[in-house]
């Protein structure tokens, strides 16, 4: 089973970037991956996917300052994250799934967005 760790999280300024990355301990080629995110008393909630094949789906919050990409031969997802803003901040999560069951979770990692 593939483990997932992520890095990158850190505190921002509104209008700031980050770009964050998830490294796989196996290939990840095969799986849809995605990022999701969680702030304190909320559930977790989905920002992104990009599938096997390289499909992109984004949630509509995040559209247009957001980004995913994955690096197959790096076992490597990324969010690269612009625009960002106060209610963004949250611990962000790496996911890794088949079409139906998910594989792994990565342990997260924080994105403050601050002045």
């Known amino acids: 089973q593939v483990q997932l760790v992520e890095s990158g999280g850190g505190l921002v300024q509104p209008g700031g970037s980050l770009k964050l990355s998830c490294a796989a301990s196996?290939?990840?080629?095969?799986?849809?991956m995605g990022w999701y995110r969680q702030s304190p008393g909320k559930q977790r909630e989905y920002v992104a996917t990009?599938?096997?094949?390289?499909?992109?789906t984004l949630t509509d919050s995040v559209e247009g300052r957001f980004t995913i990409s994955r690096d197959n031969r790096k076992n490597t997802v990324y969010l690269q994250m612009n625009m960002l803003k106060p209610e963004d901040t949250a611990v962000y999560y790496c996911n890794a799934a088949t079409s139906s069951v998910t594989v792994a979770w990565g342990q997260g990692t924080q994105v403050t967005v601050s002045s």
């Open positions: 196996g290939s990840i080629r095969s799986y849809n």
């Open positions: 990009i599938s096997a094949r390289s499909g992109i």
